[in-house]
T-cell receptor
Framework: DSGVTQTPKHLITATGQRVTLRCSPR?????VYWYQQSLDQGLQFLIQ???????AKGNILERFSAQQFPDLHSELNLSSLELGDSALYFC???????????FGPGTRLTVL | GENVEQHPSTLSVQEGDSAVIKCTYS??????FPWYKQELGKGPQLIID?????GEKKDQRIAVTLNKTAKHFSLHITETQPEDSAVYFC????????????FGKGTHLIIQP
C-alpha cells in the first residue's frame, strides 16, 4: 500500500458526460501527478500540481482539467467524454523536492 | 520531448534464472530513471531508481545499470521467483521536482515454474 488513495475504483458513464476523479496524496506529500494508462498509449503523464499550483503539464487534453485543494487532495475533471477516454487513471504523489513518485491504485473509467 | 523505448515486450524465464530488461531514452537532459512493477489490478509500484550521477545501484535481487553516453539503462533481476511475474516499466525524467515521468511501453515478465 503506497499511502495514496483514489476514488472511485470504477466509473462507468456515457459519451458526452463529465466525471470527477479524486486523489488523496501520502501524508506530507505536496506534489500530485495524474497519469492515464491505456492499451494503445501506455502510461502517459497528464499534469502535476504542487501545493495547489499547476507545476507541469503533459499530454492533457483541453477537455480535461485538474486542481489541488488546500487540504492537498486533487481532482481530475474529464468532460465531453469520448469512447477513447476509457482508461485507467492514476494519481501519484511525491515529497517536497523528491523525485520518487508513489502511485495510487487507480480509477478505471469506462465510457459507453 | 523525451521518448523511452523498452525491450523486450514479453520475457519468459525459468524460476531461478536471471531476467534483464533494457530501455533507451532520447533526452540527454534526463537525469532520473525509476523502474516500476505493476501487478494485475494494481497501480505501479516503485522498485528501484537511479540518478544520472550513479552507474549502478543494487537492492537485494534487483539491480539497475545506467550508461549515460549510450543513453540506456537496464533492470536486472537475479534468482527469479514466481512473485516476480508482473509488468515492469522503465521511466525517465529531468527531475527537479517539476516534471512528469515518461514511461516505456512495459515488459511482461513471466516466471516459469
Amino acid at each position: 500500500d503506497s499511502g495514496v488513495t483514489q476514488t472511485p475504483k470504477h466509473l462507468i458513464t456515457a459519451t458526452g458526460q463529465r466525471v470527477t476523479l479524486r486523489c488523496s496524496p501520502r501524508s506530507g506529500d505536496l506534489s500530485v501527478y495524474w497519469y492515464q494508462q491505456s492499451l494503445d498509449q501506455g502510461l502517459q503523464f497528464l499534469i502535476q500540481y504542487y501545493n495547489g499550483e499547476e507545476r507541469a503539464k503533459g499530454n492533457i487534453l483541453e477537455r480535461f482539467s485538474a486542481q489541488q485543494f488546500p487540504d492537498l487532495h486533487s481532482e481530475l475533471n474529464l468532460s465531453s467524454l469520448e469512447l477513447g477516454d476509457s482508461a485507467l487513471y492514476f494519481c501519484a504523489s511525491s515529497v517536497v523536492g523528491g523525485l520518487e513518485q508513489f502511485f495510487g491504485p487507480g480509477t478505471r473509467l469506462t465510457v459507453l | 520531448g523525451e521518448n523511452v523505448e523498452q525491450h523486450p515486450s514479453t520475457l519468459s524465464v525459468q524460476e531461478g534464472d536471471s531476467a534483464v530488461i533494457k530501455c533507451t531514452y532520447s533526452d540527454s537532459a534526463s537525469n532520473y530513471f525509476p523502474w516500476y512493477k505493476q501487478e494485475l489490478g494494481k497501480g505501479p509500484q516503485l522498485i528501484i531508481d537511479i540518478r544520472s550521477n550513479v552507474g549502478e545501484k543494487k537492492d537485494q535481487r534487483i539491480a539497475v545499470t545506467l550508461n549515460k553516453t549510450a543513453k540506456h539503462f537496464s533492470l536486472h533481476i537475479t534468482e527469479t521467483q514466481p512473485e516476480d511475474s508482473a509488468v515492469y516499466f522503465c521511466a525517465a525524467s529531468r527531475g527537479g521536482g517539476a516534471d512528469g515521468l515518461t514511461f516505456g511501453k512495459g515488459t511482461h515478465l513471466i516466471i516459469q515454474p
